[in-house]
């Protein structure tokens, strides 16, 4: 019972600390169809750094690092998009945008290329 008590006062005090609008759903735009995944395969082929025949797309793995809303139904989001090479190279890039709950593409993207990872 004490324990049920302690959980209520927490959620309870979790509540009046977190603004409501932070309880807001923000756009999912984390599907490998999605515009971040989208925009960044296009900036990278456009780049040459990876080409159609050489991925498996059903390994592409895009995941939301951040996401602040910057309007109305207007969010600015971070996305980690992950593109699998066939040889088992893994290629990913930071895609950075607008979105809002009608379409993941309110902006062009700006993508940046993770060249190295420098921890374990």
């Known amino acids: ?18 603004p409501v609008a932070a309880l807001a759903k923000t756009p999912d735009c984390t599907n490998p169809e999605s ?9 990278l082929k456009n780049a040459g750094l990876i080409a159609s025949d050489t991925l498996d797309f ?3 793995t895009v995941t939301r690092l951040a996401s602040e809303k910057i309007g109305k139904d207007l969010y600015r989001q971070v996305h980690l998009v992950r593109f ?3 040889t088992g190279e ?3 890039a930071i895609a950075v945008n ?3 709950s009608e379409e993941c593409s309110m902006s062009s993207a700006d993508v940046y290329l993770v060249s190295a990872r420098l921890s374990d």
């Open 35 to 43: 515009w971040p995944a989208g925009t960044t395969f296009t900036y």
């Open 58 to 60: 059903k390994k592409t």
């Open 98 to 100: 607008n979105a809002s």
């Open 90 to 92: 893994v290629v990913q």
């Open 1 to 18: 019972m004490t324990r049920l008590v302690g959980l209520g006062a927490a959620i309870l005090w979790a509540l009046v600390l977190v």
């Open 84 to 86: 699998f090479k066939i």
